[in-house]
């Protein structure tokens, strides 16, 4: 198994991957890096045949990383021993599961997001490609997120709430209202500070 990203986050890939009784791991970096958790880090190759977890936790970054090795490898499903996978939830390839994760009924979790420590996806939710729930956010049920939206730490999202495609929503934010794309909110209850332009 190869984690593309030799810095904290591939730590934690690497550390997951062990969970699940993973031994053969390499770690990639296009960086000149020192080892990390006991495994050497190599330079990118050309082309091989082992699975790939892509541990960058910048959502652009790990779509650019994504696109550009995606001829050259399978990607795999990182999901921590120590999570809770509903069997009719759906989590696709790429995506990286930390411990103590809650994935509920029905969920479906899109390519190379981020569950990250102890976030909670209740039923029905639906996660676009690229998404970061970051440690202890909480999705209630029937929540929806687009394409590269990062939820921040400790974040609280309504029941039935639409947050768009590559928005930030804050740290502690409490989300009652609909996020439009591009959007940037913070606060309790969450409030849109700004809009960027369409990329």
Known sequence: MIVY?????????????????????????????????????????ARVADKMIIAI????????????????????????????????????????????????????????CILNTSSSIDHDCVLGDYVHISPNATLCGDVQVGEGTHVGAGATVIQGIRIGKWCTIGAGAVVISDIPDYATAVGNPAKVIKVKTAE
């Open 5 to 45: 990203g030799a810095s904290g986050h591939g730590k934690v890939i690497i550390e997951i991957l062990e969970s699940m009784g993973e031994s053969a791991i390499t770690v990639w970096d296009d960086a000149d890096k020192a080892p990390i958790c006991g495994y050497e880090v190599r330079k990118p190759e």
């Open 57 to 112: 936790g910048v959502n652009e970054t790990r779509k650019l990383v994504a696109e550009r090795v995606a001829d050259m490898v399978h990607f795999a499903v990182a999901v921590h021993a120590f999570s809770h996978i509903s069997k009719r939830a759906t989590i696709a390839v790429g995506t990286a599961v930390m411990a103590g994760v809650t994935v509920n009924v029905d969920a479906q979790v899109g390519r190379h």
